[in-house]
């Protein structure tokens, strides 16, 4: 029979993020090199996921406004401020073109792994997560045409199609 061993230590933030971006790290190689351009489907999933939680444990809402701009301030409020998921936010929508712009992500270190291995990222989780805002408040549906990474910023670029 094995040892049993039990935590002694508490579990940092920086520990459990660190074994969460290698999880995604591992996931996305996967997914690009299994699936390829199919996965981006799987995107529209975790899109929802997060974005039921920020309204459902978040309070976001997208009520009071049909300004997408608005909303999505409100996205990106509730993105930087309760999730804590990057430094700073900030999304642009520009006559259906959509800009998201991060300093600093959490996800910063796995998109770089992708980056160093010539893996495009099939999906993007908070990108995704936008694009499942914009066809919750509009019924439009929008994707992601770009990523790119310059040291600690991160730009999606995305588009809504109809």
Do not use: H, W
Not at 20 to 40: H, M, R, T
Not at 58 to 77: A, H, I, K, M
Not at 99 to 118: F, T
């Amino acid at each position: 029979m094995g040892e049993i061993v039990k935590r002694v230590v508490e579990r940092t933030e920086e520990v459990a993020t660190e074994l969460n971006n290698i999880i995604f790290i591992g996931l996305y190689i996967g997914l690009n090199k299994v699936l390829g351009a199919g996965a981006k489907g799987l995107g529209v999933y975790v899109g929802k996921e997060i974005l039921n939680l920020m309204k459902e444990k978040y309070g976001l809402s997208f009520e009071g406004s049909d300004d997408p701009q608005v909303l999505l301030d409100r996205f990106t409020r509730v993105m930087i401020n309760d999730l804590g998921f990057a430094e700073q936010g900030e999304i642009d929508v520009q006559n259906g073109d959509i800009v998201l712009k991060l300093k600093n992500p959490m996800d910063l270190p796995v998109l770089k792994r992708l980056i160093s291995e010539n893996i495009t990222p099939a999906i993007y989780p908070m990108a995704d997560a936008v694009l499942a805002a914009i066809y919750d408040f509009s019924g439009k549906k929008a994707v992601i045409e770009g990523i790119e990474v310059d040291d600690d910023n991160v730009t999606v670029k995305m588009k809504i199609i109809s």
